[in-house]
């Protein structure tokens, strides 16, 4: 047995390497897959949905939410990974009765960072999460820099919802030179009022098709809304951490570059 502390602090013994192991977080589920982690991944959640060719062969255990229980105990992982935003403490404290439970918490850039890191160490797969960092950190220096506009990224629509402060969104619009005024509401994904839209003077509204599908529809309406700010449809998938971020740095060029020619 293995012994290893989460980010949340906590201490866990666990089988090293794991070999049957439940990822109830899509983003690190899609970054396992990179880890070439394929025949050790036993679980997922129905939000777990890349790599699609992959993912659609291993059963689900539920939402990252709302677990059925007995699918887990069916599978009988060695160990199961979590994150803190994505899952709740009551989920971890009642799975942690049965299994090792490791614990991620990914809240900006950096901390994105290291969850890689990380989960290499505690799967067995550290070169392959050290070559895949250095192909982050390269690809992320190179997006080039939106100085000084303001920007609000909206996940939600009645009531509206944007993102605040310690996320991992709100760390990239930051890396990215964007300013997110919302950072001084209370909360990590505030509710908002038109008039709060109204007052924070945006040059841009971001308005992510996860995990409220917006679509180009909607922009008209926050076009009425704002007519000084530019609305915009962004891939919400490029906003999460892990494997994914290799799609979003080239995703990112392309769209900052178009918004500093225009």
């Not at 699609?52 to 939410?65: E, H, L």
């Not at 299994?99 to 290291?114: G, K, M, Q």
């Not at 920007?151 to 300013?179: D, Q, R």
Request: hydrophobic residues 35%.
């Amino acid at each position: 047995m293995e012994k290893t502390t989460d980010h949340l602090g906590r201490s866990l013994a666990y089988r090293y390497p794991p070999k049957r192991i439940i990822s109830l977080c899509p983003a690190i589920t899609d970054t396992m897959y990179y880890l070439q982690l394929d025949d050790e991944i036993i679980g997922r959640t129905r939000f777990c949905i890349h790599p699609k060719s992959k993912v659609k062969k291993i059963p689900p255990v539920g939402g990252t939410k709302d677990l059925k229980i007995e699918r887990i105990h069916a599978l009988q992982p060695d160990l199961i990974i979590a994150e803190k935003e994505e899952n709740t403490k009551e989920m971890v404290e009642q799975l942690e009765k049965d299994y090792p439970v490791h614990v991620f918490e990914v809240t900006n850039y950096e901390s994105a960072l290291r969850m890689i890191t990380d989960l290499g160490a505690l799967t067995n797969r550290d070169n392959e999460a050290a070559k895949l960092l250095q192909r982050i950190q390269i690809q992320f220096d190179s997006i080039p820099q939106i100085m000084n506009k303001r920007v609000a990224y909206v996940i939600w629509k009645k009531p509206y919802m944007v993102v605040g402060k310690n996320t991992y969104i709100h760390s990239l619009l930051e890396k990215m030179g964007f300013i997110n005024p919302f950072t001084s509401y209370e909360g990590r994904y505030p509710v908002i009022t038109e008039k709060d839209f109204e007052q924070a003077a945006l040059d841009y509204i971001f308005l992510s098709t996860e995990p409220f599908p917006f679509q180009d529809k909607h922009k008209s309406e926050f076009a009425s809304m704002l007519p000084n700010t530019k609305p915009m449809i962004v891939a919400g998938e490029m906003f999460w951490y892990g494997a994914k971020m290799l799609e979003a740095a080239p995703y990112f060029q392309k769209h900052l570059s178009t918004m500093q020619s225009s």
